[in-house]
């Protein structure tokens, strides 16, 4: 079986299966985002851990620019180098950040960029790649924000004016259960799909069910473009 046949054979497979369901939102609200067709979380609700002055999720190109800043903030809480003794210095490492790797990529326009969590703390500037380091950020996840953080880390979408892909809520126990999505619509063999996940306190995310929503376009190009 040829791998073209192959993929699209799986394709069809997940569009029969499951374009036809999706997950109950009952209860569930819409993700915050700044501006109503982002799809950037807004995260200036945080409780992160104690002492830090300023958490943003920053996003740079896998190339490094020519000019200009190394990274720039998407969302944020708190004021970068607030309590800074050398606030100019503070700041340009700020401007400079761009750690190797970041937890959450995506590729728009055959251009490709990742994010990473930035902290200050008086003149400290520290990077983070991972979501185990953006849970030790964080500590306890006890808002809406810090669990759509959580998910975001992990590598899941959201539209932030679309509960069936950007939706949250929060349980009696104290932790929260989040739906996000991922797959590329111009992409057949990357399908939309929803995901339903579970945050607990302690930051573990657990994805508990997902849904095919739409299958992936082969071509979002005008009529008669070449593939």
């Known amino acids: 079986m040829s791998g073209l046949f192959s ?6 497979t997940l569009l029969l299966a499951g374009c036809d369901s999706s997950a109950d939102t009952d209860g569930y609200r ?3 985002c700044s501006y109503w067709w982002s799809r950037h979380p807004l995260f200036d609700s945080l409780r992160p851990a104690a002492g830090l002055d300023a958490v943003q999720v920053r ?4 190339q490094p620019p020519s000019t200009g ?3 720039g903030s998407i969302a944020s809480w708190g004021q970068a180098c607030a309590t800074a003794t050398d606030v100019p210095a503070c700041q340009a490492a700020v401007d400079a950040a761009r750690p190797s790797e970041g937890f959450h990529s995506s590729c728009a326009a055959g251009a490709c960029s990742y994010r990473f969590l930035l902290t200050t703390q008086g003149d400290q500037v520290r990077t983070h790649s991972t979501s185990a380091s953006v849970r030790e950020v964080l500590g306890t996840i006890d808002t809406e ?23 949250v809520k929060a349980n009696a126990d104290g932790s929260f259960d989040v739906i996000g999505f991922r797959g590329i619509q111009c992409d057949r063999d990357l399908p939309i799909t929803q995901h339903v996940l579970h945050v607990s306190a302690s930051g573990e995310v657990r994805e508990m069910e997902s849904h095919v929503l739409q299958g992936g376009e082969e071509t979002c190009g005008p009529p008669g473009a070449p593939p």
């Open 7 to 12: 993929r699209a054979l799986v394709g069809m």
């Open 69 to 71: 800043p190394a990274s």
């Open 30 to 32: 819409q993700v915050d």
């Open 145 to 167: 924000q810090e669990a759509v953080l959580m998910a975001y880390a992990m590598g899941y979408d959201f539209l932030c004016y679309d509960v069936d892909q950007g939706g």
């Open 59 to 62: 996003s740079t190109s896998e």
